[in-house]
């Protein structure tokens, strides 16, 4: 069965770094795109960025370009969406999802990981 | 950008009826190298993913129950729910892989009446 298993749920105060990961399985991981998605709460679907795990060529949406770093290492599988300073703004939930190609729908998605930045 | 809008915001429906859900996109999504609209349709229920329903504006995922169906080219687009059941009540969003920045639609609230 393909899949991709979340890291738990976060919670961080403002200006603290924070990693949280995507693995997938039952598939050949470096062969497909892993795409991340926002949804703040209560409202929709942000597509943040993409990253093909095989040589890692990552692209970003212009709103997310700076604000987060998307990373993968095909060894352990893993795909990763870090913060280097937190923001309250950062507060949301964060799917990751496969692509099959770069003009592609999202299909599976992970269970989530829902990131709470608070003071 | 290509900014994709949804009508409704939300919706009720009698159980058994129809349900119709529209997304226009603000540029074409029809690649005309392919002949295809790269348009999907995705389901959220509460406290869970999103899930696909259509690709290719019409393509039903495998396991979608068949009273979902999708249609429109260009730039109007429709999902449209058969006969509506009671696990059907979730939020709906289109969503364009034409182009990046991918976009989504706001999400349509589909309630029982």
């Known amino acids: 069965e393909v899949q991709l298993v979340q890291s738990g749920a976060e919670v961080k105060k403002p200006g603290e770094s924070l990693k949280i990961s995507c693995k997938g399985s039952?598939?050949?991981?470096?062969?497909?795109?892993i795409a991340w998605v926002r949804q703040m709460p209560g409202k929709g679907l942000e597509w943040m960025g993409i990253?093909?795990?095989?040589?890692?060529?990552?692209r970003y949406s212009p709103s997310f370009q700076g604000q987060v770093t998307i990373s993968a290492d095909k060894s352990v599988n893993s795909a990763y969406l870090q913060w280097s300073s937190l923001k309250a703004s950062d507060t949301a939930m964060y799917y990751c999802?496969?692509?099959?190609?770069?003009?592609?729908?999202?299909?599976?998605w992970g269970q989530g990981t829902l990131v709470t930045v608070s003071s | 950008d290509i900014v994709m809008t949804q009508s409704p915001d939300s919706l009720a429906v009698s159980l058994g009826e129809r349900a119709t859900i529209n997304c226009k996109s603000s540029?074409?999504?029809?690649?005309?190298?392919?002949?295809?609209?790269?348009l999907a349709w995705y389901q959220q229920k509460p406290g869970q993913p999103p899930k696909l329903l259509i690709y290719w504006a019409s393509t039903r995922e495998s396991g979608v129950p068949d009273r979902f169906s999708g249609s429109g080219s260009g730039t109007d687009f429709t999902l449209t729910i058969g006969s509506l059941q009671a696990e059907d009540v979730a939020v709906y969003y289109c969503h364009q892989y034409y182009d990046t920045p991918y976009t989504f639609g706001q999400g349509t609230k589909l309630e029982i009446k």
């Open positions: 039952g598939y050949t991981f470096s062969s497909y795109w």
């Open positions: 999802a496969i692509m099959r190609g770069v003009s592609n729908w999202f299909d599976p």
């Open positions: 990253i093909f795990p095989g040589d890692s060529d990552t």
């Open positions: 540029q074409t999504v029809l690649y005309s190298s392919t002949n295809k609209n790269y």
